[in-house]
């Protein structure tokens, strides 16, 4: 099993531009989840789903859209990048037992110019 | 608004030495998770607490849960060297049997582990 899989690993973008930051999982979890990490903040909560056709925000929603069409994969789209976007983005997913943990992808670290 | 704070945030201790993180948390959860992140890397999952009294241990780390307390913590016994890593806390508010896809992180402890 390759478990999460992010890609890509590394992104610069110019302010405005849009891209989808790409997750997939074959562990056949129900619940993903989309988190940014910046510098001293620990991870904030973007948008999650518990199954697919079945999305909601997180802590942090602003300015990404997530869609799930089946259970293996869960994009996180930016519409409109922005330089306060700049960030570590990891991708998660669990089974819906709540006595999992979630597991991590290994992130994508995006930088907005 | 689940607020979750750990301490320390900054840890430097010496080889051989016993320390204790602290995570506490706002709101009424019984599910807590610690992660360990090594510099650029992913994260790791080191415990699963899911009840009040909860105790866990690998190796030279213990984790415990003390729910009325809101009050989670990560006893580290006779320090190594490769301990040296990014220790978070993330409590679950979502509140749902069984779920734990909404979890509240601490800021982190950068724990350094000097010969």
């Known amino acids: 099993n390759a478990g999460v899989t992010q890609t890509p690993k590394f992104q610069v973008l110019k302010t405005g531009q849009s891209m989808t930051l790409q997750c997939a999982q074959d562990?056949?979890?129900?619940?993903m989840s989309w988190y940014r990490q910046d510098p001293g903040m620990g991870l904030r909560l973007i948008h999650y789903?518990?199954?697919?056709?079945?999305?909601d925000q997180g802590e942090v929603p602003n300015g990404y859209n997530v869609s799930r069409s089946t259970t293996e994969d869960f994009p996180l789209r930016l519409l409109s990048a922005a330089p306060s976007q700049t960030s570590v983005y990891f991708c998660?997913?669990?089974?819906?037992?709540?006595?999992?943990?979630?597991?991590f992808g290994d992130g994508t670290r995006l930088s907005i110019l | 608004e689940l607020k979750v704070e750990q301490n320390p945030l900054f840890l430097s201790m010496q080889e051989g030495k016993n320390y204790t993180i602290y995570c506490n948390y706002s709101?009424?959860?019984?599910?807590l998770y610690w992660y360990r992140q090594d510099p650029g890397k992913s994260l790791e999952s080191l415990f699963v607490?899911?009840?009040?009294?909860a105790v866990k241990q690998e190796g030279r780390l213990m984790a415990s849960l003390d729910t009325k307390a809101r009050l989670s913590t990560l006893h580290i016994t006779a320090a190594v060297h490769d301990l040296s890593a990014t220790y978070f806390c993330a409590v679950d508010y979502s509140n749902s049997g069984g779920s734990n896809y909404k979890l509240t992180f601490g800021k982190g402890t950068l724990l350094t582990v000097n010969p």
């Open positions: 709101t009424t959860s019984d599910r």
């Open positions: 998660a997913s669990s089974y819906a037992a709540g006595n999992q943990p979630q597991h």
């Open positions: 562990m056949n979890h129900e619940y």
């Open positions: 607490l899911l009840s009040n009294g």
């Open positions: 789903s518990v199954g697919a056709g079945i999305t």
